[in-house]
Nanobody
C-alpha cells in the first residue's frame, strides 16, 4: 500500500533554514506529481509546492516563492523541501502527498520562533 513518511521538521529561528524529506513507497513514484502541503494551527490545509514526475516543472505558493525549493530523486523515491529564510508564519505541520489530493504522510512539525 502507499506509504509516505516525512521527516526533518523541528525548531528554527526566523531567517533560518530547514530541509524536509519525504520518503515514499507503494506506488510508481517516478510517474507521480508530488506535493507539499501544510496546516497551521487553527487554519485550513494549504498547498505549498509541487513537482512534476521528472522534476522538470515546479510550482510554489506565493507565500513561499523565492524561499522554498522542492526537488526529488526518483531513483530513491524521495522528495525534499528546502526551506530558507523561515518566518514565524511558516509554522505548521508539513505533509508530503502523492498528487494534488492523494494520500499523504503523518506530517512533520515545523516551528519558527526566536
Amino acid at each position: 500500500q502507499v506509504q509516505i513518511v516525512e521527516s526533518g521538521g523541528g525548531l528554527a529561528q526566523p531567517g533560518g533554514s530547514l530541509r524536509l524529506t519525504c520518503s515514499a513507497s507503494g506506488f510508481t513514484f517516478s510517474s507521480a506529481i508530488m506535493t507539499w502541503l501544510r496546516q497551521a494551527p487553527g487554519k485550513e490545509l494549504e498547498w505549498v509546492s509541487e513537482i512534476f514526475s521528472r522534476g522538470t516543472y515546479t510550482f510554489y505558493a506565493d507565500s513561499v516563492k523565492g524561499r522554498f525549493t522542492i526537488s526529488r530523486d526518483n531513483a530513491n523515491n524521495t522528495v525534499w523541501l528546502q526551506m530558507n529564510d523561515l518566518k514565524p508564519e511558516d509554522t505548521a505541520v508539513y505533509y508530503c502527498a502523492k498528487g494534488r489530493a492523494g494520500p499523504r504522510g503523518q506530517g512533520t512539525q515545523v516551528t519558527v520562533s526566536s
